[in-house]
Nanobody
Framework: QVQLVESGGGLVQAGGSLRVSCAAS????????MGWFRQAPGKEREFVAS???????YYADSVKGRFTISRDNAKNTVYLQMNSLKPEDTAVYYC??????????????WGQGTQVTVSS
């Protein structure tokens, strides 16, 4: 079973940038689809982005053009570069490993989450 640990969250002003990382261990990282989800207070967890083993990437409409997901299979790490951040991007960001794309139920392993707060 793969274990995931996120890092890189924090507080940033609107319009700023932040990169969160997710380090994986205990599994065959290169074969997984890696995803980022987020959950804001009082809201359901939502899909942000995912990247397949082939490096094909998918994005939620709300982040398309601002966020970039990437993976480094040599380092067993997936990244989410977030630019032009908005207050509505404030949430706990979760990394996940699995076989799906946008559907959280298709991910079998989850990290503990990292807080991203965007001030206006």
């Amino acid at each position: 079973q793969v274990q995931l640990v996120e890092s890189g969250g924090g507080l940033v002003q609107a319009g700023g940038s932040l990169r969160v990382s997710c380090a994986a261990s205990g599994g065959t990282f290169s074969t997984y689809t890696m995803g980022w989800f987020r959950q804001a207070p009082g809201k359901e967890r939502e899909f942000v982005a995912s990247v397949r083993w082939s490096n094909m990437a998918y994005y939620a409409d709300s982040v398309k053009g601002r966020f970039t997901i990437s993976r480094d299979n040599a380092k067993n790490t997936v990244y989410l570069q977030m630019n032009s951040l908005k207050p509505e991007d404030t949430a706990v960001y979760y990394c996940a490993a699995g076989w799906g794309s946008r559907d959280a139920s298709q991910y079998s392993a989850w990290g503990q989450g990292t807080q991203v707060t965007v001030s206006s």
